[in-house]
């Protein structure tokens, strides 16, 4: 596969052979070599965004360049390779995601739109598509593999199967299939998983797997299923075992996610590393202001004792090479010329960042447009007809239920792991035929309101979320994206989520006349704004969640309680589910 | 890209999780993994010809396998890949040398039909294809791109240009185009180049290089313009100079090559060698009978210094990564079980070899189908319609020369380097208006015959080739294969070229009433006998040709003295060629 289209190869060629001038030539450097591993001084010759020669030092250029640029003796490395990501984490559209990474020395990033599919279906990744093109920075989409996570257990916006994926794939820019988390259908061979794959067979593309803990026989299915990578082992053992199955090995550090240690210590001894490449998943926009992207992955992996020459490889060359590209990842004849200065292999920013041949960052300054296009206008994803008022957001006891109590069914972070939730029965008050939590600082409501015209929403106990007054309400809420509330207060909960109606999404703390909005507009995902704007105002919005909370509540706490394929309890817009077996359990406990 | 085609993946996975059973367990193994270089106890499961699943110590097997297989302990690595050969160059048809080469444990071979694409153009391509797929051996073709060498300068049996490659490359089995020799042309973007390889781009496929001694801005040029690898570099620098630019470094030993040192110098200190691979090129019958095929390239890697374990994946993996094969070069889930069973790993003779997970060899021994299906039928391609008796080989000096003695260049080994020939003016008798050497113990004549009809040839005077007396003919003559004849006397030349002529092609020593001939009806370039036939009888042939020569002479030493890409004189049958400018030069000196 070749990123450059449409070169003029004779062009090149004459360039090479000195019969027509170079564009540029960068000069005074010392070019890591990630083929080799040397590095060496030379000079480096582009046109039309190629690397059209490397000279190494007694190799003078046949003819003068029209552009020289001095790099004052710092190492030229090639442009970071995202393999997974998802722009939508960054609550950044692509063309604004483009100006905050491209300072950081990534030039190309693999992208999983997936969330932005959940809610628009086909729509939302032309747009992201589409969008991409007014962007500078490299932008590959692969089809996202699992619309909605788990069928029949929750309603999103979409629902993707082989046509939609075989259409996807067809389409110019997308260039595999993204992350396949239904790992369970691909190694039980679910009809479903098996036709989806098959449309990327067929056309010979990439299959990005996702498969956390899966070892053993499941391993060996899944592998034959189809997937190619993985990014979610938990131990060195797991990266071994995948390792040895002929998986790409995808080492994250997200803002999610910290087990870069696990990943690491799974490769550390590896005789070759050529199958192990950099991914960063899911990062927030802050973390893009203040540590990087790539960068920052490349940065720890060397924290962490990995050789950084080896880990630069990791970013550029082995990813590439993941994905079959011929043209990226390294400075040499062919090449696209995205390429970085950098003071040191440490994944500290970089000096000068070239993006096909042309200056696009400077000493963390983005250089390219002027200002975002912008002008696009999105059509509002946030459609709630079921809820009329407060009394929606109420939890009525079942009809013809007796007594002043009720056993409910509550969310509650298990001991042993808190990260996923238990389900722990409780007698609770009833007040005028609503569930009453007043009487327990410790519990608030959740709902999960489906946001795409199906009226269907679900509401339950959540205990120890840290919630002491007020409602939280998001529209980003893994995988569906559904309408998520968290309250103590069935007006304030109201309220939140006319606040989202009437701005097409995003994330808001209420309390009484005190709100807080960040407006996502863009499928209810993402804002338009850049980065610097965006980040500043997650921070006010944590700073407003904080005075409704225990300080402990992160500003996408509600968006990580819906997702049915985490192993443990979570509520969709159809009930509560086990994320373990993916059936659903009672609101209110069976011995009510 | 997949080697597998129509596999029940259903059944696969099934196998895989223990619903249904294997055909085969590999048992009691040390597996040599090719992608952490880790070796460990396992056990490999095996079905549909397809590895399902590999337990290490301690992973029962869920269902008992239809079949075992006790390795006793030995290595298990996976079956070899020989980036570049021509199978032509062995004597043999596709289907009597997988017979020859499995046994050594080369389960894979990507060739390059170009002697027989030359004799029969797309024809002659489709034969080798349909033929393959008579073999257990995984046998690709990879389209000629230079057919004929030189156009102008020698008369092939057929012209590829654009339209030809693009037509080979939607053939089934047919996977890249074949080693890009016109170097020349390509760097300066010669439009038949430039559209040949244009063919290989828009369908993005592997594009195999071809570069001696090209360097410096001539290589970058050569690198843009397609081509990803080279098997022909000269030193230890120059394969280093173009490993640095990207290229894939095909190590070669080859039964007509010995530069195997010099390429293993240049990779030796490599901090990464995953650009790496092997290649044979060409290997004659009777090293196929002796030493090996791939394995043997394999030893002499080792033996110069190289890491066992690093030349192996230089023989499984990196070549199938070379190519882009997803499920080739290793032994995991989804892999074709093509493996081979070592007792050291150390390229000798394997003692078991599976592919696609059957028995195929064992201790040296073929154990495929019991004898060559046979049965095909050539049709005669030695037309020589010129030829019509011994007076059509004597060489006449041109009409009105006046004198008893003319000025001959005289092809003439050069001083500095024996390999290549120089041109050096003789002034030698004239005898009944022919040039005759009768006095010149040390010189003889040598004719190039068009053998496609054409009525083409040309004579030279030959000094130093040590025939002493008789004639040598071969209708292996490199590239375009035409009818080269060496000889003292005109009337043994034609009784060689009639033997040839009826047999449809071959080589021959004839002397008088001597004569002995190895037949090669396939195109003149292959028998339909198997290694064990072939071999004896080229030694054989070699005993004749010691009876007539001083005991120098190879049996191919016809077959390259025609090939006008090698730097220095050559003779086609258009005449004498300086293969450095590829221009003319005149059989009689100007001075005459």
Not at 86 to 108: D, Q, Y
Not at 245 to 271: P, T
Not at 412 to 422: L, V
Not at 513 to 521: A, S
């Amino acid at each position: 596969m070749r990123a450059i289209k449409n070169a003029d190869r004779s062009r090149l060629i004459k360039a090479a052979m000195g019969e027509i001038a170079c564009d540029l030539c960068v000069r005074n450097i010392k070019l890591l070599n990630v083929f080799t591993g040397d590095i060496y001084s030379a000079e480096v010759d582009v046109l039309d965004g190629v690397v059209v020669r490397v000279r190494e030092e007694g190799e003078e250029a046949l003819l003068p360049a029209a552009e020289y640029f001095d790099g004052e003796g710092r190492y030229l490395i090639p442009g970071f390779i995202d393999t997974h990501m998802h722009v939508e984490s960054t609550m950044m559209i692509p063309e604004n995601l483009s100006r905050a990474i491209l300072p950081w020395g990534t030039t190309t990033i693999c992208t999983d739109p997936h969330e932005i599919g959940n809610v628009m279906g086909l729509e939302g990744i032309r747009f992201m598509l589409e969008n991409a093109k007014r962007s500078e920075l490299r932008q590959y989409v692969l089809a996202p593999s699992c619309v909605p996570s788990v069928p029949g257990k929750e309603g999103a916006g979409a629902v993707f199967g082989a046509e939609e994926v075989g259409e996807l794939l067809d389409m110019e820019g997308v260039i595999g299939i993204a992350e396949i988390m239904d790992y369970i259908g691909v190694y039980n061979d679910s009809p479903r998983m098996h036709s989806i794959i098959d449309e990327g067979i067929k056309r010979d593309m990439y299959l990005q797997g996702h498969a956390p803990n899966v070892r053993g026989s499941e391993l060996a299915a899944y592998r034959i299923g189809g997937p190619e990578s993985d990014h979610e082992s938990n131990n060195g053992d797991e990266v071994r075992a995948k390792l040895r199955a002929g998986m790409h090995i995808n080492l994250r550090s997200s803002s999610l996610s910290g087990r870069l240690n696990y990943l690491v210590e799974g490769c550390r001894d590896l005789r070759w590393k050529d199958y192990v490449s950099i991914c960063t998943d899911d990062v927030h926009a802050r973390d893009l202001l203040t540590v990087g992207h790539v960068n920052n992955v490349v940065k720890m992996c060397i924290d962490l004792g990995l050789e950084p020459i080896e880990v630069i490889r990791m970013a550029t060359l082995n990813p590439a090479r993941e994905y079959g590209f011929k043209d990226l990842g390294a400075i040499a004849p062919g090449y696209a010329a995205d390429m970085q200065l950098v003071d040191n292999l440490d994944g500290g920013r970089p000096y000068a960042v070239f993006m096909g041949g042309r200056l696009i960052a400077k000493e963390g300054r983005y250089l390219g447009k002027d200002k975002p296009e912008g002008g696009m206008s999105f059509p509002n994803t946030v459609n709630i007809p079921q809820i009329r008022s407060a009394e929606d957001f109420r939890l009525r006891v079942p009809e013809g239920h007796k007594g002043d109590t009720i056993t409910v069914n509550v969310l509650k972070p298990n001991e042993d792991n808190a990260k996923y939730k238990g389900l722990k029965p409780m007698e609770l008050p009833v007040k005028d035929g609503c569930v009453d939590i007043s009487g327990h600082p410790e519990l608030c409501f959740v709902a999960s309101v489906n946001r795409y015209g199906s009226g269907d929403m679900s509401i339950a106990v959540f205990a120890d979320f840290g919630l002491l007054k007020g409602a939280m309400a998001s529209t980003v809420s893994h995988d569906s994206h559904n309408l998520t509330v968290v309250y103590k207060d069935a007006e304030d909960a109201y309220k939140a989520s006319m606040e989202l109606k009437a701005c097409g999404g995003g994330v808001c703390a209420v309390c009484g006349d005190f709100k807080d909005v960040l407006e996502l507009p863009a499928g209810g995902l993402m804002s338009t704004e850049t980065c610097e704007t965006i980040a500043p105002h997650v921070d006010a919005l944590k700073a407003s969640i904080d005075k409704i909370t225990d300080g402990t509540v992160k500003v996408l706490a509600t968006a990580v309680i819906s997702l049915p394929v985490v192993p443990g309890y979570v509520i969709t817009d159809m009930g509560i589910v086990n994320g373990v077996n993916q059936e659903f359990a009672p609101v209110f406990s069976e011995n009510m």
